[in-house]
């Protein structure tokens, strides 16, 4: 991995799975990293983990991406702007979120609203409200995380 020193880099779902092991990655790369997640014990712990990595010091912010609206999303990137001085290099969206297999008669309409919206949404919305900060960078990046489901389609993976 190329060397992240001194780069300023968020990772949504950072508090288990793979959005942990990404921030842990990028913190051993030398980032600092914003990890942002809904579940504030999760979140201690991955901080605790790559602050006694010796890495730089990471930011810790709960923010839940399933019922934010626009106007806290707004919010949220001006409170990180601040705390970073107007610096953020990257985005990397790993937040998902997903109900158990089953065939669609036992799906609601409900689940799928969840579904898309950390998915789909929260990720425009994050985007879009961290874009002025993004533009300022002089080489910022935007990952997407998706599953890998689709290159072999099995039974009751449509959501």
């Not at 949504?12 to 793979?18: E, P």
């Not at 990028?26 to 600092?32: H, P, S």
């Amino acid at each position: 991995m190329p060397t992240l020193q001194d780069k300023i880099i968020m990772v949504t779902g950072a508090s288990q799975g793979l959005g942990e092991q990404v921030a842990k990655a990028y913190a051993d790369a030398g980032a600092t990293v914003i990890l942002v997640a809904r579940h504030q014990k999760k979140l201690e712990k991955v901080y605790d983990a790559i602050a006694a990595s010796g890495g730089p010091e990471p930011f810790a912010i709960c923010f839940d991406l399933m019922s934010a609206e626009e106007n806290e999303f707004a919010q949220f990137a001006a409170a990180v702007d601040e705390a970073t001085g107007g610096r953020l290099d990257g985005i990397v969206h790993c937040a998902s979120y997903f109900y158990s297999l089953s065939p669609l008669d036992f799906q609601t309409v409900a689940e799928w609203v969840n579904q898309y919206r950390i998915n789909t949404v929260a990720p425009m919305g994050l985007t879009r409200a961290f874009a002025p900060m993004l533009k300022a960078s002089p080489d910022a990046s935007v990952i997407f995380v998706s599953e890998s489901h689709s290159e072999t389609p099995q039974a009751y993976w449509g959501g």
